[in-house]
């Protein structure tokens, strides 16, 4: 059963919150749900925005359709080339170029067991038929 706060409850919060505490803090000390506290410092007029009132920074970074068409179609770069470019999953270059009507090229197909680009060349030496493993 909740029981109504008191204004010596309410005074508390309030202090804890001016001393710096943060209101995780002030739920747990004072034995109230987060957003109970929440509500009191609001009904006070405390700002609980992180920083105590500066502007918080943002948590992704700002993608532009712009952005996405210039790495993609004029510098020629692939979905994950251009999300790394741009700090973003390939996922989200992908959502902003079809939004922007922008055709998506079709990736090829890795051939099982071929060599990558990069690698050196290695020499290939016969396999005796009767040392392949044989099929159950």
């Not at 929440?38 to 500066?54: P, W």
């Not at 090829?108 to 040392?131: C, Y």
Request: charged share 25%; glycine share 6%; aromatic share 4%.
């Amino acid at each position: 059963m909740a029981f109504h706060l008191t204004p010596g409850e309410r005074r508390t919060m309030l202090d804890l919150f001016d001393a710096g505490h943060k209101v995780a803090y002030i739920a747990q000390h004072t034995q109230r749900a987060r957003n109970t506290v929440l509500r009191v410092l609001h009904e006070a007029g405390r700002d609980t925005s992180r920083g105590r009132g500066a502007p918080s920074a943002p948590r992704r970074p700002e993608i532009t359709t712009d952005a996405c068409v210039r790495l993609y179609i004029d510098q020629d770069r692939s979905l994950t080339e251009t999300a790394r470019a741009l700090g973003c999953s390939p996922y989200t270059v992908r959502r902003r170029l079809v939004a922007a009507k922008v055709p998506i090229r079709r990736v090829a197909p890795r051939v099982q067991g071929a060599p990558h680009l990069d690698a050196e060349p290695q020499e290939r030496t016969a396999v005796e038929p009767s040392a392949r493993p044989q099929p159950p």
